[in-house]
């Protein structure tokens, strides 16, 4: 058609035509200008008169993109090689970029314009965007254009906006093929030759290529090989395969299209301004009918008739302009039906798409709901017009007549229009819906069928992301008002706790309303803290009165397979732990290998780093699921009352085990991190792929993620916005990583210490909870398998540890100790039953950390010893709130300068809150001027002062003014200063004396001292203040072999049974060698007295007491402990030590205590490893090594 402008075509004829391009063997017409191309090598005709109606620029069109001005605007280009082409294309699109040409037509180069003083004009780019430029989807050779699934090849097109009146739209398509590749028959490979760029790509075969003899070799035979490049002729006859030459075959070549062929086809339509009645955001869609008349040979390369797109999903809202054209100027013997010649199309609606006979007005749902509105008048009318065409207002039907090229017979669409404009219709009902043309659909012939699908509104990521988080905000909103309203009505809950209490009740109550809640809530946890007081109590009888079990016993030295085992690493030079990290490594590896091999092929175009990935992410799931666990103190608890062979069980050293686990954990996450890091990359690098809107082809995860830049994979919700998640996991993973270094938790530098120190590790570690809720997000298809059981054990643990947590302690008296240690000792609350060794977390100002219980189960007391140097932040603290500010605030003075000199000791009260279960401590000094004495623990309710909300305050403590209690400076508006603070009303909390000190303890829970019950014979390690686990043991021992020796002195002469009663129930083991490592005499004195007494009485046999100085200490300072056996200066020699106790205890099991340095550790292992015979050897000596650390 006549679609370019008339001087468009003229300049392509007058100019000379591109001489560099590749002709083949083409002779081409030296007149035609640019009209002459390989293609078209005699021009399009209309220079030599010839009947040609077309005003196209052949060269312009068989080779784009074009070096000259062109009229056409580049809408998208869709080819199989975008990582090479797209480049190109878009950079030299007239739509960006600027053309030339010559003011002289006949001239096509500069330098031939300006050298016939012609001028080189540039023509402006449209300044319009570059084409869009994507990776096509292939389609098979002779496929009728149809590629996935047999749906059409299609490109959904958005009319720009300025886009009016009557607009053609041409499609071009160039096939380049194989021949000319670098290395191919027609260009092999030249020695010594460095091909790049242009030279080596077959897109850009030129001239080098043609024939310098052109038509005078058209079929002719080929003898030897002549000289390259090798020219094809038409339709060449050679022994292409050495038969002979009596053997010879012919080749298929047009060379006007081998090589690289271009085609197009051109459509002119109009474009339509959009109704005032339909608003600029709503979309419309154009539904078409393809295809034309005859069958599937006699339509070739067409189609048979069909819907496009034949299966369509709009949302609910979108317009649908229905239009199609048919013709009346097909061959007359075409197959088909109705008047011969012609194409007709209607659209009826079906029930499903297997049905053919159309359902009737009563059950429409495409146009309108029949069955819900069945007198919508206009629904009625849309589907009487696009079954019947409007064919009444044509031509006078005959509902009669049977002749099917009578244009009056309507049955069959033949008094129809060819073109048919349904207009626009808006689709209202959500749903599927089959239509169906009644000519075209000739079941033993051809389907004539469609659907038509209406969802609800369909968000972009973007917008769902926003509702979504809408939505969630809005639901925690929503379960923050019934959490209130649940609060207020129930003021006994959690929900009305200090720590939950919603704040939208102190600004909607009134504050005599809230202060009333608050005192119901205080009288209700009263009782019910009594209640539990007293189930507590009988509870502590029942276990005091019921038979005692035995706790451990010497492992049965019968060789077990697995002790085989243990015994063969051994040999190899492997110890426990480090068998143990060997066996979870393999585990790790193991893992790893599945996750590798299960998602070999899974990646983006099967690249490696998905598998590598996917390898990490297996690990990490193992581990994640492993990390929690030894944290889990009542399982600590539990697995430590395995017999004392087992030492090689990783929970009796979680700490050590937990980081283990964290740092394969960070191995499993570098691989995952890095490899998906990889794998985003080259999704983001890949070609872009054509997408696939209408959802036909079925594309594949890769193909619709080619091309996708790295902020749509941050939200792509296809895959659960999992890049998202995972950079947050990284960022808490990595903060929890760094808040867990040595010089954090311990705040040893100025930095760390004002980041918060241990606080700050501990509110970090604490987002655990949430960070697996992450996890849970980001891969919820295998994670859930992996925290089912770990989720369990930890609700085990909780329900355990609930059962003793957090219960307040009355504190008897604070001793300050030499070098900043300090012994606190307490009551031992009720329902509190453990064990030496054991080691509770002690509570203060909302933190809780683990401090060793000192004293033995057999006294009437517990206490501990917290070393509280300066640089400690919560033990420094406490030492001084105790020690110093207390004291201070209780006599109303000022606290002093210089810290108080050790040794001292500060006696304190217990004290209750009225109506409350709050237990707090003053010092005695407060009550009683003289100074120490005995003082009653019961402190009456009126001796404290009023709460908010009583009706008669009662009576003040003796000597106090009416005036409001004195507070600490700065108190009210620093509540985190003030002792307990978390676990209080803020009421309370403004009612305790200044002097106030609010202690809880949680626990107690094992530790691997506890096993040394376990075992006849012991070394025992202490370094510092490690001793305190020891001085608890070593005072347990002296209690218990006190009691053995006054129930054996009743017993009779012939009395065994008593004996050995007492030796079950009792179990005290036959020799103790302590060993305490001190720098210096300050730091003997801590325990000096305890010492003392361990090793007097019917203990001096069992205990035997070495001493260390290792640091600088005067002799005249050394002071001697009667009951140590040595006491030696510098370090111990371990290899002596243990070779003179194998000596003395040869054929017996030996238990191996510390608590203390790793360093110290590394080399009780290494000997304890040494000194041990293998596992089975008869009379075997063997050393079993724990430590513990916090």
Not at 809 to 820: A, G, M, T, Y
Not at 1106 to 1130: D, H, I, R, W, Y
């Amino acid at each position: 058609g006549y679609h370019e402008p008339l001087e468009f075509y003229e300049a392509c004829a007058q100019r000379q035509r591109n001489e560099g391009l590749y002709t083949a063997d083409q002779n081409l017409e030296s007149n035609g200008g640019a009209t002459s191309t390989r293609q078209n090598p005699n021009g399009n005709g209309r220079r030599r008169g010839q009947q040609r109606h077309g005003l196209e620029c052949p060269e312009e069109r068989d080779y784009y993109p074009y070096w000259h001005p062109s009229v056409w605007h580049d809408i998208a280009i869709l080819t199989d090689e975008p990582e090479t082409r797209c480049a190109y294309y878009q950079m030299e699109s007239q739509n960006v970029k600027a053309k030339h040409i010559c003011s002289i037509p006949a001239h096509n180069n500069r330098d031939a314009c300006e050298s016939n003083d012609g001028q080189w004009q540039e023509v402006a780019p449209f300044n319009e965007p570059a084409p869009e430029c994507l990776g096509g989807i292939q389609s098979r050779d002779n496929h009728n254009g149809n590629v996935r699934n047999g749906q059409p090849y299609y490109y959904l097109w958005q009319i720009p906006f300025y886009l009016k009146g009557r607009t053609v739209i041409r499609i071009r398509y160039n096939i380049t093929t194989g021949d000319f590749q670098y290395g191919s028959l027609a260009h092999p490979i030249e020695e010594d030759a460095e091909l790049s760029g242009e030279k080596a790509d077959a897109f850009f075969m030129d001239k080098r290529f043609n024939d310098p003899n052109p038509n005078n070799r058209r079929r002719s035979i080929f003898k030897g090989r002549p000289e390259v490049p090798l020219p094809l002729a038409q339709d060449p006859v050679a022994d292409w395969v050495d038969l002979g030459e009596d053997r010879l075959l012919q080749l298929q070549v047009n060379t006007n299209q081998f090589g690289r062929t271009f085609e197009d086809r051109t459509h002119s339509f109009m474009v339509m301004e959009r109704p005032t009645d339909v608003p600029a955001g709503q979309r419309i869609v154009n539904y078409n009918v393809r295809g034309r008349r005859g069958n599937i040979v006699q339509v070739y390369p067409s189609v048979e008739y069909d819907f496009v797109p034949s299966e369509l999903s709009v949302e609910q809202g979108t317009m649908l302009h229905f239009q199609w054209t048919g013709s009346d100027a097909n061959p007359n013997g075409n197959a088909g039906n109705g008047r011969a010649g012609t194409d007709r199309s209607n659209l009826v609606q079906l029930q499903n798409r297997q049905e053919t006979v159309p359902l009737p007005m009563d059950k429409h749902t495409l146009f309108f709901n029949a069955q819900a509105n069945p007198n919508d008048e206009e629904g009625k009318r849309l589907v009487t017009k696009f079954a019947y065409l409007d064919q009444d207002s044509i031509v006078t039907c005959d509902p009669e007549t049977n002749d099917q090229n009578s244009e009056t017979n309507c049955k069959q669409l033949n008094g129809a229009s060819a073109y048919f404009d349904g207009g626009l219709v808006e689709m209202k009902q959500v749903g599927e819906h089959y239509v169906a043309s009644t000519r075209n659909n000739d079941f033993s012939n051809r389907s004539h069928k469609a659907v038509i699908i209406v969802t609800g509104v369909i968000l972009e990521h973007y917008e769902s992301l926003l509702i979504g988080l809408g939505v969630a905000v809005g639901v925690l909103i929503i379960l923050y008002i019934l959490g209130a309203c649940w609060a207020y009505r129930y003021p006994s809950s959690w929900l009305f706790s200090t720590r939950y209490r919603p704040r939208i009740l102190r600004w909607v109550l009134k504050e005599e309303k809230m202060l009333q809640l608050i005192e119901q809530r205080r009288q209700i946890k009263a009782q019910q803290r009594k209640a539990w007081a007293k189930k507590a109590g009988a509870y502590v009888q029942d276990e005091e009165g019921g038979d005692q079990a035995t706790d451990l016993s010497i492992p049965d030295e019968k060789v077990s397979w697995f002790q085989s085992f243990n015994r063969t690493c051994r040999r190899c030079g492997l110890g426990e732990q480090r068998l143990t990290t060997l066996m979870y490594g393999l585990l790790n590896i193991l893992v790893f290998a599945i996750g590798f091999l299960s998602n070999l092929n899974g990646g983006f175009m099967g690249s490696w780093a998905y598998p590598f990935a996917k390898g990490g992410g297996y690990s990490m799931d193992l581990n994640f699921a492993m990390l929690v666990l030894p944290t889990l103190k009542s399982l600590q608890t539990a697995t430590r009352r395995m017999g004392s062979s087992r030492e090689w069980i990783p929970t009796d050293d979680p700490i050590n085990f937990h980081m283990v686990i964290a740092g394969f954990t960070f191995i499993g996450a570098f691989i995952h991190i890095i490899a998906h890091c990889v794998h985003i990359y080259e999704i983001q690098a890949a070609p872009k792929m054509q997408q696939d809107p209408l959802q036909l082809w079925k594309l594949t995860d890769g193909e619709r993620a080619s091309g996708m830049t790295f902020w749509l994979q941050l939200v792509n919700l296809q895959n659960r916005c999992a890049i998202l998640s995972g950079l947050i996991l990284t960022v808490l993973m990595a903060a929890i990583l760094l808040t867990a270094m040595s010089c954090v938790r311990r705040g040893t530098n100025a930095v760390t210490r004002r980041l918060g120190g241990f606080n700050l590790f501990w509110r970090v570690h604490m987002s655990w909870k949430f960070i697996y809720i992450l996890l849970l997000l980001h891969a919820p298809a295998r994670l859930w398998i992996w925290f089912f059981f770990p989720a369990i054990f930890i609700f085990v643990d909780r329900m355990l540890l609930s059962t003793h947590q957090e219960m307040y302690l009355s504190l008897k008296h604070v001793k300050l100790l030499p070098r900043d240690v300090i012994n606190l000792t307490f009551d031992i609350p009720q329902g509190f039953v453990y064990q030496a060794g054991q080691y509770i977390m002690l509570g203060w100002k909302g933190e809780f950390h683990p401090f060793t219980l000192t004293s033995a189960p057999e006294e009437n007391c517990i206490s501990v010893h917290i070393r509280a140097p300066n640089n400690l932040d919560w033990c420094s603290a406490l030492r001084k709130r105790l020690t110093e500010q207390a004291v201070a605030e209780a006599t109303g003075e000022r606290p002093p300068e210089k810290p108080p000199k050790a040794p001292k000791i500060f006696d304190y009260v217990k004290k209750t809150l009225p109506n409350s279960h709050i237990v707090f401590n003053v010092p005695q000094e407060s009550y009683l001027p003289g100074g120490r004495g005995q003082l009653d623990a019961s402190v009456p309710s009126e001796k404290v002062p009023p709460l908010p909300g009583q009706v008669s305050p009662p009576a003040l403590p003796h000597g106090a003014s009416e005036s409001k209690p004195r507070l600490k400076e700065g108190f009210a508006k620093d509540p985190a200063s003030q002792s307990g603070q978390s676990l209080m009303s803020d009421a309370a909390m403004t009612m305790l004396p200044p002097e106030a000190v609010v202690l809880q303890v949680t626990g107690p829970f094992g530790a691997p001292a506890q096993k040394v019950w376990g075992f006849e014979t012991l070394m025992v390690v202490g370094a510092g203040i490690g001793v305190t686990p020891f001085a608890s043991i070593l005072r347990s021992v002296q209690l218990r072999a006190k009691q053995r020796e006054s129930l054996l002195k009743r017993k009779g002469s012939d009395d065994t049974s008593l004996e050995k009663m007492v030796d079950v129930l009792i179990q005290v083991p036959k020799k103790i060698y302590f060993y305490w490592i001190c720098r210096g005499q300050e730091e003997f004195d801590w325990f000096c007295d305890l010492l003392s007494a361990a090793a007097e009485g019917p203990a001096a046999g069992i205990v035997e007491i070495t001493l260390f100085l290792t640091g600088e200490v005067e002799l005249s300072q050394v002071k001697k402990l009667p009951c140590a056996s040595g006491q030696f200066f510098g370090r111990p020699n371990w290899a002596r030590i243990f070779k003179q106790n194998r000596e003395k205890h040869a054929g017996q099991h030996i238990g191996v205590f510390l608590c203390g340095s790793p360093v110290i550790g590394k080399e009780l292992s290494k000997q304890s490893h040494l000194n041990s015979d293998l596992v089975g050897t008869p009379g075997a000596t063997r050393f079993s090594f724990f430590k513990e650390h916090f």
